[in-house]
């Protein structure tokens, strides 16, 4: 009996052991789910959110792209705005208006500089990219600051019925030169095409003016940094301070193969319906370029229609008058008018003396309404004629000519010896004045 409850207590402890164990198992069992919840609630409420995240990333990146959207509808803003001096920071100036003329640069001078027939005109007439980079560099080092051709005089009354042209006091920023550029012919001729030069100007994505061409591999190239138009005007959004009132320069157009290569010429034997609606869509085409050039400071001046020379006797009024009239019509018509006129190749009418004579060639041109006459000369010079409201003037010319050989007529504007591109130019020899080749 007595055994029998020994055994009995063995169970009953064993059983409550057991259960014991059981319970504990059942209470680590759930705890063990309880943390395995804790832990899904966790990882939701991160998925949560992340998800919530993602959602405020992705409404930010719509909100963005609806801006660049929008942006892009609205015109971007390219409004030229010149550099302004306060009243007090400028002076009278009375001094000597340097007048420097330049042709289409070259771009490419593997191209200009190949051996053929034109490489010796190339060289003499213009400059490369290079170059033309270092004499705007050292213009502005120099002080000196472009001022538009118009401004430097104006035609007043004095005497009865009789007009002249008065040069202005300028009132420029102390301590500034002022300084006339001209660009002769950038009509970009088709005989330039393949030799260097870019081809049109155009508009480029941004609204700016940039140069159309090939580069030597024969690829469509649009550059701001290969032609002298848009690389004045890069020049001046970096150098505010070289442009008084928003002055560049003076464009010299002829007519017979159009302006900025867009062939707007007409053709005087008469024209197919064909090429009447391509001068038309050619037309169209150079009016917005030629609206952003005024916008942005550049003027025009006439060069005749068809570039002719003066000074050849067959170039009498009746001539003279046959030319400037097919001017005015192919583009006096798109650019407006102006009282500025370049002689090509600075050779003057009647016989070559405008400036103590007045000949019936330039009686004709001053009646047109033209009063300031621009030759080229180994100085910046200029006269007001007294018998007529006519300025007579001579331009400085940059080139190749002038690089090699005139060094010391052009050191106040820029030093030829560190301008002149040695690399590219043909080996046709220089003279900088300096024997001891220093
Ligand atoms: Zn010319």
Redesign the pocket.
């Known amino acids: 009996m007595r055994k029998h409850r020994k055994g009995m207590a063995l169970v009953l402890t064993i059983t409550a052991i057991l259960s014991l164990i059981l319970t504990s198992c059942k209470r680590n069992e759930d705890s063990w789910k309880w943390r395995q919840e804790q832990e899904e609630e966790r990882r939701r409420q991160e998925e949560l959110a992340a998800q919530e995240e993602k959602k405020k990333r992705d409404e930010e990146l719509d909100r963005l792209e609806a801006e660049a959207n929008r942006k892009d509808e609205e015109p971007a803003d390219y409004t030229y705005r010149p550099y302004v001096w306060p009243e007090e920071e400028l002076a009278d100036y009375n001094g000597r208006v340097e007048t420097l003329m330049f042709h289409m640069v070259i771009s490419y001078p593997e191209l200009a500089f190949d051996g053929d027939d034109y490489q010796k005109s190339y060289d003499a007439l213009t400059v490369t990219v290079s170059e033309f980079d270092k004499i705007l560099q050292s213009l502005y080092d120099n002080d000196y600051i472009l001022v538009n051709l118009n401004t430097v005089w104006t035609e007043r009354n004095v005497g009865r019925n009789q007009r002249r042209m008065v040069k202005n006091t300028l009132r420029l920023p102390k301590g500034k030169k002022p300084l006339v550029l001209f660009i002769?012919?950038p009509c970009y001729y088709e005989s330039y095409f393949g030799q260097g030069f870019m081809e049109k100007l155009v508009l480029d994505e941004e609204g700016q003016i940039a140069a159309y061409g090939h580069d030597p591999g024969g690829y469509e190239v649009i550059s701001r940094d290969l032609d002298a138009i848009p690389i004045l005007d890069g020049f001046v959004r970096e150098h505010p301070d070289f442009s008084f009132n928003g002055a560049k320069a003076c464009l010299?157009l002829?007519g017979y193969e159009g302006i900025f290569g867009y062939r707007t010429n007409s053709i005087s034997t008469g024209m197919t319906e064909e090429q009447m609606a391509f001068r038309a869509s050619e037309i169209e085409a150079v009016k917005p370029v030629v609206q952003r050039l005024i916008e942005t400071g550049w003027y025009f001046g006439c060069?005749t229609w068809g570039?002719i020379n003066l000074s050849n006797k067959k170039y009498d009024v009746e001539a003279v008058k046959r030319d400037m009239t097919r001017w005015q019509q192919d583009v006096g018509e798109l650019v407006g008018n102006t009282i500025i006129y370049l002689y090509?190749?600075g050779s003057k009418p009647d016989g070559g003396d405008d400036w103590h004579k007045t000949g019936d060639v330039f009686k004709f041109l001053q009646s047109e309404g033209f009063r300031i006459f621009c030759s080229m000369g180994t100085e910046s010079f200029a006269t007001e004629k007294t018998d007529i409201s006519a300025v007579i003037c001579d331009r400085l010319h940059a080139d190749g000519t002038t690089l090699r050989n005139s060094r010391d007529k052009y050191l106040h504007l820029f030093d030829a010896k560190e301008v002149f591109d040695y690399d590219v130019r043909p080996d046709y020899g220089y003279d900088f004045g300096d024997p001891a080749g220093e």
Do not use: L
């Open positions: 002769d012919d010299s002829t060069h570039h090509p190749n």
